[in-house]
T-cell receptor, first 110, second 115 residues
Framework: DAKTTQPPSMDCAEGRAANLPCNHS???????VYWYRQIHSQGPQYIIH???NNETNEMASLIITEDRKSSTLILPHATLRDTAVYYC???????????FGQGTTLQVKP | SAVISQKPSRDICQRGTSLTIQCQVD?????MFWYRQQPGQSLTLIAT?????????ESGFVIDKFPISRPNLTFSTLTVSNMSPEDSSIYLC????????????FGQGTRLTVV
């Protein structure tokens, strides 16, 4: 599994877009990038994942650079409920194992 | 998505005792995993629970301390044996399917305090 690097913390104003970066320079060609978040005292929640192309779902958008060495998770209109620890994980789906780093603590402020 | 139930949701236990945590899924899943989250830390994978065979443990975790059972495709247990205060953590069950690059889902965890 690829090692990922994320900033330890970020702030975002409510209603603005939150852009969370992740570096995964050692990711291999068949490893997807997964994003999860953990709201205090709850189990991690799946957000989105992708391989090469940009992805969008009802929660977020994932932008992956062409060289796949980094990606950005975008929450288009952050709310106070989006305050959480966000984890970027490089993993292989055919094992199902997720190796968590330290993540980014996103604080959404009014 | 799968619905995962963990029991108990929390417990306070005496040192030297053991606690068994249950994980029940509402549908058959290929993969089941157990994680530990120590206070203020990220999640650490303990082991992969294999149906019908011994679990596969990650470095630093051993079967004698964390015995795991998985009798079928919807249920698994993790036992924390001979507990000490250092075992105070949240223990989480995760499930996924063995198809290419599908997402995994997590239970709400069991908050264990050892006194």
């Amino acid at each position: 599994d690829a090692k990922t690097t994320q900033p330890p913390s970020m702030d975002c104003a409510e209603g603005r877009a939150a852009n969370l970066p992740c570096n995964h320079s050692t990711i291999s060609g068949n490893e997807y990038v997964y994003w999860y978040r953990q709201i205090h005292s709850q189990g991690p929640q799946y957000i989105i994942h992708g391989l090469k192309n940009n992805e969008t779902n009802e929660m977020a958008s994932l932008i992956i650079t062409e060289d796949r060495k980094s990606s950005t998770l975008i929450l288009p209109h952050a709310t106070l409920r989006d305050t959480a620890v966000y984890y970027c994980i490089g993993g292989s789906g055919n094992t199902g194992k997720l190796i968590f780093g330290q993540g980014t603590t996103l604080q959404v402020k009014p | 998505s799968a619905v995962i139930s963990q029991k108990p949701s929390r417990d306070i236990c005496q040192r030297g005792t053991s606690l068994t945590i249950q994980c029940q899924v509402d549908s058959q899943v290929t993969m089941m995993f157990w994680y530990r989250q120590q206070p203020g830390q990220s999640l650490t994978l303990i082991a992969t629970a294999n149906q019908g065979s011994e679990a596969t443990y990650e470095s630093g975790f051993v079967i004698d301390k964390f015995p795991i059972s998985r009798p079928n495709l919807t249920f698994s247990t993790l036992t924390v044996s001979n507990m000490s205060p250092e075992d105070s953590s949240i223990y989480l069950c995760s499930v996924g399917q063995l198809t290419v690059n599908t997402e995994a889902f997590f239970g709400q965890g069991t908050r264990l305090t050892v006194v």
